[in-house]
């Protein structure tokens, strides 16, 4: 099992910015995808970004102002978020997976989940 651990999240307004981390530690026995998701209230859970050892992958609103990164070594993931709008409040949440993901912006192929962290954007 692999256990995983958000932080980085807070209140910030809009325009600004927020560097969400995921550290991942546990039985990891080869390379992880890992990814973020986000849930707002009432809203279903939507896939953000995700990265494998090869490249990262982004859902269409994140491309432009999201930048995920990940520190292989350490098995840490970031989440660089900028210009950040009221709509992206909502709660973030770190999947990771062994290997590659065939669908990597599809909750259904992480096997481990944290617990989120809150990104609360005031307008």
């Known amino acids: 099992e692999v256990q995983l651990v958000e932080s980085g999240g807070g209140a910030v307004q809009a325009g600004g910015s927020l560097r969400l981390s995921c550290e991942a530690s546990g039985h990891i026995y080869s390379s992880l995808t890992m990814g973020w998701f986000r849930q707002a209230p009432d809203k279903e859970r939507e896939a953000v970004a995700s990265i494998d050892s090869l490249e990262p992958t982004y859902a269409d609103f994140a491309k432009d102002r999201f930048i995920i990164s990940k520190d292989n070594a350490k098995n840490v993931v970031y989440l660089q978020m900028n210009s950040l709008k009221p709509e992206d409040t909502a709660r973030y949440y770190c999947?990771?997976?062994?290997?590659?993901?065939?669908?990597?912006?599809?909750?259904?192929?992480?096997?481990?989940w944290g617990q989120g962290t809150q990104v609360t954007v005031s307008s």
């Open positions: 999947a990771a997976r062994h290997g590659t993901a065939p669908s990597p912006l599809d909750e259904d192929n992480y096997n481990n």
